[in-house]
């Protein structure tokens, strides 16, 4: 595992660690065969942020407003919600992109169901919407047959912002490609018929279905019943 040890009432350390990271991440190919064979990450890209205490590792722990409560790595959250008070959404979105670089050939995992950086993806959507596509992006690389977390994340975002469009092109790309993405689109179907029922262009929103012919008809379905 590898631990970040950064203190958090530092801005300078919190921009040490995180450029740290972002440079480490840089070459997919390179940190995939980092991972694998340096004593700092152990063959796994788990990895926590804390301080070392009595020769001891602790990690940072913030508690989770409520809307995280399901999230797990607490540890991540305090480093992360450190670095959007110091306002650097830019450098984290930048350590995403790399995420995305490195799972688009090789799924690689924090643990045995979260891929890496799936957390800070999500966060970093709830922190700003113009982040969300950086979320459905590296959904786009992940294996979504063990996903885990991936549902209940993209359902927080969508409820956090509404059927806004990249709320739509998240919800329509796990419904597509998600072993439960059917499930998802039955959750979300009253919101959708109000949502279309007020704003219109349905047309558009189930173009975006076009991938899937079964979850498609799903979604006529949904919004047939609506007409009722």
């Excluded at 840089?26 to 940190?31: E, I, L, R, S, Y």
């Excluded at 800070?120 to 919407?129: G, I, P, R």
């Amino acid at each position: 595992m590898r631990q970040w040890e950064v203190d958090l009432a530092s801005e300078k350390d919190v921009k040490r660690v995180l450029k740290a990271f972002v440079d480490e991440t840089a070459n997919a190919k390179t940190f995939r065969k980092t991972v694998k064979t340096s004593k700092e990450w152990g063959k796994s890209a788990t990895y926590q942020f804390g301080v070392r205490q009595d020769g001891q590792f602790v990690p940072h722990c913030y508690p989770y407003p409520d809307n995280l409560l399901g999230v797990h790595g607490q540890d991540q959250y305090a480093f992360w919600a450190r670095c959007f008070e110091l306002d650097l959404q830019p450098q984290v979105e930048e350590l995403v992109v790399h995420g995305i670089a490195i799972q688009a050939n090789e799924h690689t995992w924090e643990d045995d169901e979260t891929p890496f950086l799936l957390k800070t993806a999500f966060l970093l959507a709830l922190e700003e919407e113009r982040y969300i596509p950086r979320y459905t992006e590296l959904l786009q690389q992940v294996d979504l047959d063990h996903g885990v977390y991936e549902i209940d994340f993209a359902d927080t975002i969508i409820s956090q912002y509404g059927l806004l469009e990249d709320c739509q092109d998240l919800l329509a790309f796990i419904a597509c490609n998600s072993q439960h993405g059917d499930e998802m689109l039955d959750e979300w179907s009253g919101d959708l018929i109000q949502h279309f029922k007020a704003n219109g262009n349905v047309a558009a929103f189930r173009a975006k279905f076009a991938s899937n012919k079964a979850i498609e008809d799903a979604l006529n379905d949904i919004f047939e019943s609506g007409r009722s």
